[in-house]
């Protein structure tokens, strides 16, 4: 706040006070402040944020609200000013960075250590003077400027809290357990705090005082360790500890005394949940039981969250697992929290992936279901014990015990696909002015073929034959006498469909992860290999001889994840050059029969495609007229189709006018994407497939892996590049392997020119349409169409 207060007369500052969800709201009143109320009085905002805001939508609504506005900006608009708790993302961002080269910074970061300058140290020496002349000895429970003022010191803190050094473990009084609850609640909640109401509700059952006593009174001698405040004079007064380090300090002193963390939760939980919780307190035991932080060990790029809260990691680490379930266990059956699923999800979770107890974690998945039924993140814990249950190694499982676990495993997952789909179908129909776009949980997809690896490999190992049974080249009807269990046979429904729906959900993700690309977070790259890995286990490495010559040609090309269009294009990540070239041979074989399909022509061109950038063979076709003879395939395909369209058909950089339809193929190729992809990509960035590179033929075109690889040097890294920061571009020598494009920004769209036509095409960074004027770019194509990326102003000197 003071850093707004020093920049007032600069900026126009201001904090985000309101929800993250009421982001077009925001960026009205952020574009108003710009403004100044007159499109005359422009001057940038500083804006203070928390860091939980979704930044991309943020921007995303301060761009269409400049837009609606008609409002030409040379100046920056925002700077989004972005407080957080923790070093730990800035670190992992830094570490990212430095990983793949990025030198030109578009966020810059300041993090804050608790080592004061000698300047500092000056200003608070003359501080604590004034305090103290003020306030005299009173000052020296001041403790926040004080520990500030120590430089944190540990000696401090610990004279501070020295009162608690005689608190025994039996017959605390009820200030005592008070203090308890606001040390614990504020060493894992910081910022949290109890109403004055309920802490004298709670003190009022001491009949050693009598009266109406104050509280600062009732909590002698801890009273210099909490504060009471006001956030408004509407709202009562707040009671918290004086400092975090405090509360932090106190919790270990009290644990050391015999009141350990899980004595003082579970009697703050009884306590507190007799009467009406209050949805700020609700929302505080929340965070306290069932927050995860980001993980700050191990590797910097991974940025899964810790299993549990901190709360609940340290009663594992300090005590055990099972008072950890007990504390849960009390807020999850609380009548007061009795509608709240997250609490016995969290113990379900610690009961199977902790304590190993599948029994009691499924009751309670089933009742963290039965409270929220129609969540798919708490369904997906139901089919997470079973698969856990199957995975556990330790247990010596039979075949039947293990298609009766997958059975459950799968079912619970199919179970979490379907209220998935229903929540993405429902948020769609919201207001999507005034609700952040959440993208479709994959989830249950992806765990389904994580069980279906693990059942594969469990059974395997047992009896080779399986092999064959799951692989669909026997019927297990034939060979129950060598699998040794006739009862094997109740299965068979299960048996029977395994290999279908592994294809159908391998098909779903490698699509979903071709195409799009999260704009939160990278997508993690084991998802992706799991699923191939599934699928691949599923077809099976042989060759039926029975078959005829088309199904064993489709058999070659499931073998090498190529079957679809989305395989095809993404062969560059998981094969070598041979293997492209059997590609295109088989896509050729199948379009040589009578009566191809177009797609199958569609994924021959795009694997030759491929296969240029494999090995930069010349082809001196260029399939235009091919593609005309074909009629468009079925809807399922069409995207596809209409990529392949302007691929073919994009003007080359001699041509002087590009074809007549081009704007209306490139009208085709969107609304092919809207109709198949539109919803599935809901809040997803879209990865550019190929970017336009010189030439005539279809060698012109650069698959994103061949430039990937040309930036990172390093054929073997994995393909999770940032294309929405662009910095890629500005390597040297991707700059000389793409060809580089003029065209014009013109009422927030940006045009390509070819001679005297225009073409608009998508811009990858709204934020480069304020400024009309000619530009340059790069051309890239994502399967929705053209894209506009490193975007650079042309600065046309007049002649006069």
């Given at each position: 706040?003071?850093?707004?207060?020093?920049?007032?007369?600069?900026?126009?500052?201001?904090?985000?006070?309101?929800?993250?969800?009421?982001?077009?709201?925001?960026?009205?009143?952020?574009?108003?402040?710009?403004?100044?109320?007159?499109?005359?009085?422009?001057?940038?905002?500083?804006?203070?944020?928390?860091?939980?805001?979704?930044?991309?939508?943020?921007?995303?609504?301060?761009?269409?609200?400049?837009?609606?506005?008609?409002?030409?900006?040379?100046?920056?608009?925002?700077?989004?000013?972005?407080?957080?708790?923790?070093?730990?993302?800035?670190?992992?961002?830094?570490?990212?960075?430095?990983?793949?080269?990025?030198?030109?910074?578009?966020?810059?970061?300041?993090?804050?250590?608790?080592?004061?300058?000698?300047?500092?140290?000056?200003?608070?020496?003359?501080?604590k003077e004034e305090l103290s002349r003020k306030y005299g000895a009173k000052a020296s429970q001041f403790h926040g400027f004080n520990i500030l003022h120590s430089n944190f010191s540990r000696d401090y803190i610990q004279e501070?809290?020295?009162?608690?050094?005689?608190?025994?473990?039996?017959?605390?009084?009820?200030?005592?357990?008070?203090?308890?609850?606001?040390?614990?609640?504020?060493?894992?909640?910081?910022?949290?705090?109890?109403?004055?109401?309920?802490?004298?509700?709670?003190?009022?059952?001491?009949?050693?005082?009598?009266?109406?006593?104050?509280?600062v009174t009732r909590m002698q001698p801890f009273s210099h360790l909490i504060i009471s405040f006001q956030h408004d004079k509407k709202y009562e007064n707040r009671i918290r500890m004086a400092h975090p380090t405090i509360a932090?300090?106190?919790?270990?002193?009290?644990?050391?005394?015999?009141?350990?963390?899980?004595?003082?939760?579970?009697?703050?939980?009884?306590?507190?949940?007799?009467?009406?919780?209050?949805?700020?307190?609700?929302?505080?035991?929340?965070?306290?039981?069932?927050?995860?932080?980001?993980?700050?060990?191990?590797?910097?790029?991974?940025?899964?969250?810790?299993?549990?809260?901190?709360?609940?990691?340290?009663?594992?680490?300090?005590?055990?697992?099972?008072?950890?379930?007990?504390?849960?266990?009390?807020?999850?059956?609380?009548?007061?929290?009795?509608?709240?699923?997250?609490?016995?999800?969290?113990?379900?979770?610690?009961?199977?992936?902790?304590?190993?107890?599948?029994?009691?974690?499924?009751?309670?998945?089933?009742?963290?279901?039965?409270?929220?039924?129609?969540?798919?993140?708490?369904?997906?814990?139901?089919?997470?014990?079973?698969?856990?249950?199957?995975?556990?190694?330790?247990?010596?499982?039979?075949?039947?015990?293990?298609?009766?676990?997958?059975?459950?495993?799968?079912?619970?997952?199919?179970?979490?696909?379907?209220?998935?789909?229903?929540?993405?179908?429902?948020?769609?129909?919201?207001?999507?002015?005034?609700?952040?776009?959440?993208?479709?949980?994959?989830?249950?997809?992806?765990?389904?073929?994580?069980?279906?690896?693990?059942?594969?490999?469990?059974?395997?190992?047992?009896?080779?034959?399986?092999?064959?049974?799951?692989?669909?080249?026997?019927?297990?009807?034939?060979?129950?006498?060598?699998?040794?269990?006739?009862?094997?046979?109740?299965?068979?429904?299960?048996?029977?469909?395994?290999?279908?729906?592994?294809?159908?959900?391998?098909v779903f993700l490698d699509t979903f992860l071709t195409y799009s690309q999260s704009v939160m977070k990278n997508d993690k790259s084991y998802v992706s290999k799991t699923a191939a890995d599934c699928f691949q286990k599923y077809?099976?490495?042989?060759?039926?001889?029975?078959?005829?010559?088309?199904?064993?040609?489709?058999?070659?090309?499931?073998?090498?994840?190529?079957?679809?269009?989305?395989?095809?294009?993404?062969?560059?990540?998981?094969?070598?050059?041979?293997?492209?070239?059997?590609?295109?041979?088989?896509?050729?074989?199948?379009?040589?029969?009578?009566?191809?399909?177009?797609?199958?022509?569609?994924?021959?061109?795009?694997?030759?495609?491929?296969?240029?950038?494999?090995?930069?063979?010349?082809?001196?076709?260029?399939?235009?007229?091919?593609?005309?003879?074909?009629?468009?395939?079925?809807?399922?395909?069409?995207?596809?189709?209409?990529?392949?369209?302007?691929?073919?058909?994009?003007?080359?950089?001699?041509?002087?006018?590009?074809?007549?339809?081009?704007?209306?193929?490139?009208?085709?190729?969107?609304?092919?994407?809207?109709?198949?992809?539109?919803?599935?990509?809901?809040?997803?960035?879209?990865?550019?497939?190929?970017?336009?590179?010189?030439?005539?033929?279809?060698?012109?075109?650069?698959?994103?892996?061949?430039?990937?690889?040309?930036?990172?040097?390093?054929?073997?890294?994995?393909?999770?590049?940032?294309?929405?920061?662009?910095?890629?571009?500005?390597?040297?020598?991707?700059?000389?392997?793409?060809?580089?494009?003029?065209?014009?920004?013109?009422?927030?769209?940006?045009?390509?020119?070819?001679?005297?036509?225009?073409?608009?095409?998508?811009?990858?960074?709204?934020?480069?349409?304020?400024?009309?004027?000619?530009?340059?770019?790069?051309?890239?194509?994502?399967?929705?169409?053209?894209?506009?990326?490193?975007?650079?102003?042309?600065?046309?000197?007049?002649?006069?």
């Amino acid at each position: 706040m003071q850093v707004l207060w020093d920049m007032r007369k600069t900026l126009r500052c201001a904090a985000l006070m309101g929800s993250p969800l009421e982001r077009t709201k925001i960026a009205k009143e952020v574009v108003h402040l710009f403004t100044g109320g007159s499109k005359d009085d422009l001057n940038t905002v500083l804006l203070l944020i928390n860091e939980e805001f979704i930044l991309e939508h943020l921007q995303d609504s301060i761009m269409a609200e400049i837009e609606e506005q008609q409002i030409d900006v040379d100046i920056p608009v925002v700077i989004l000013f972005i407080c957080v708790r923790s070093d730990h993302a800035v670190l992992k961002t830094e570490h990212y960075r430095e990983k793949e080269g990025v030198k030109d910074r578009g966020t810059s970061y300041v993090i804050l250590k608790r080592t004061l300058s000698d300047t500092e140290k000056e200003e608070l020496d003359t501080k604590k003077e004034e305090l103290s002349r003020k306030y005299g000895a009173k000052a020296s429970q001041f403790h926040g400027f004080n520990i500030l003022h120590s430089n944190f010191s540990r000696d401090y803190i610990q004279e501070a809290c020295a009162v608690l050094n005689t608190v025994g473990r039996k017959n605390k009084p009820l200030k005592t357990q008070l203090l308890s609850f606001l040390s614990l609640l504020n060493a894992y909640v910081p910022g949290a705090y109890l109403l004055e109401s309920d802490c004298l509700d709670f003190l009022r059952h001491d009949n050693s005082l009598e009266g109406d006593i104050s509280l600062v009174t009732r909590m002698q001698p801890f009273s210099h360790l909490i504060i009471s405040f006001q956030h408004d004079k509407k709202y009562e007064n707040r009671i918290r500890m004086a400092h975090p380090t405090i509360a932090k300090h106190c919790t270990e002193l009290l644990a050391i005394a015999g009141v350990p963390r899980s004595d003082t939760a579970r009697n703050f939980l009884t306590q507190f949940g007799l009467k009406e919780v209050s949805p700020c307190l609700l929302g505080f035991i929340k965070d306290l039981l069932t927050k995860r932080e980001h993980k700050k060990d191990g590797s910097m790029e991974d940025s899964d969250l810790e299993k549990f809260s901190t709360l609940i990691l340290h009663i594992n680490e300090i005590e055990d697992k099972n008072q950890s379930a007990s504390v849960l266990k009390v807020a999850s059956t609380s009548k007061k929290f009795d509608k709240n699923s997250l609490f016995p999800q969290a113990l379900a979770r610690l009961c199977y992936g902790e304590l190993e107890d599948y029994k009691e974690a499924e009751i309670w998945a089933k009742k963290a279901i039965k409270r929220d039924p129609k969540k798919s993140f708490i369904a997906d814990t139901l089919g997470q014990l079973h698969k856990n249950h199957l995975r556990n190694k330790k247990l010596s499982l039979k075949p039947r015990q293990l298609l009766q676990l997958a059975q459950k495993a799968n079912e619970a997952f199919e179970h979490e696909e379907e209220l998935a789909e229903e929540e993405h179908m429902k948020s769609l129909t919201e207001n999507e002015k005034s609700k952040v776009q959440w993208s479709l949980n994959i989830r249950g997809q992806f765990s389904f073929l994580q069980v279906c690896n693990i059942l594969f490999d469990r059974l395997v190992i047992q009896n080779e034959t399986w092999k064959d049974v799951l692989t669909k080249n026997v019927p297990m009807g034939s060979v129950l006498e060598s699998l040794g269990d006739n009862k094997l046979f109740r299965f068979r429904d299960l048996i029977k469909n395994l290999r279908d729906k592994v294809e159908k959900k391998f098909v779903f993700l490698d699509t979903f992860l071709t195409y799009s690309q999260s704009v939160m977070k990278n997508d993690k790259s084991y998802v992706s290999k799991t699923a191939a890995d599934c699928f691949q286990k599923y077809v099976g490495s042989s060759i039926p001889k029975d078959n005829d010559r088309l199904q064993q040609t489709f058999q070659k090309l499931k073998q090498k994840l190529a079957i679809t269009s989305a395989g095809v294009l993404s062969c560059l990540d998981r094969t070598c050059t041979s293997d492209i070239e059997h590609i295109v041979k088989w896509w050729e074989e199948i379009c040589q029969r009578n009566n191809f399909p177009t797609d199958a022509f569609v994924n021959f061109i795009l694997a030759k495609i491929m296969l240029s950038n494999k090995n930069r063979a010349a082809s001196s076709s260029d399939y235009k007229n091919d593609l005309k003879l074909r009629k468009p395939p079925s809807s399922v395909t069409q995207p596809e189709y209409h990529l392949l369209s302007l691929l073919l058909f994009w003007p080359t950089d001699d041509e002087d006018k590009p074809v007549s339809d081009l704007n209306q193929l490139i009208k085709d190729a969107s609304h092919a994407y809207e109709r198949e992809y539109k919803t599935m990509f809901r809040s997803r960035y879209l990865r550019p497939i190929f970017f336009l590179g010189p030439g005539k033929t279809v060698n012109r075109f650069v698959h994103r892996r061949v430039i990937e690889i040309l930036w990172t040097k390093d054929a073997l890294q994995e393909s999770n590049t940032n294309w929405k920061n662009e910095s890629i571009f500005r390597d040297s020598i991707v700059e000389e392997r793409l060809l580089k494009v003029e065209g014009v920004v013109r009422n927030y769209r940006v045009y390509a020119r070819f001679r005297d036509t225009e073409i608009e095409v998508d811009a990858n960074r709204r934020d480069c349409l304020c400024r009309s004027g000619h530009v340059s770019f790069y051309i890239g194509f994502t399967i929705k169409g053209p894209v506009a990326f490193s975007q650079m102003v042309i600065e046309i000197t007049s002649p006069f």
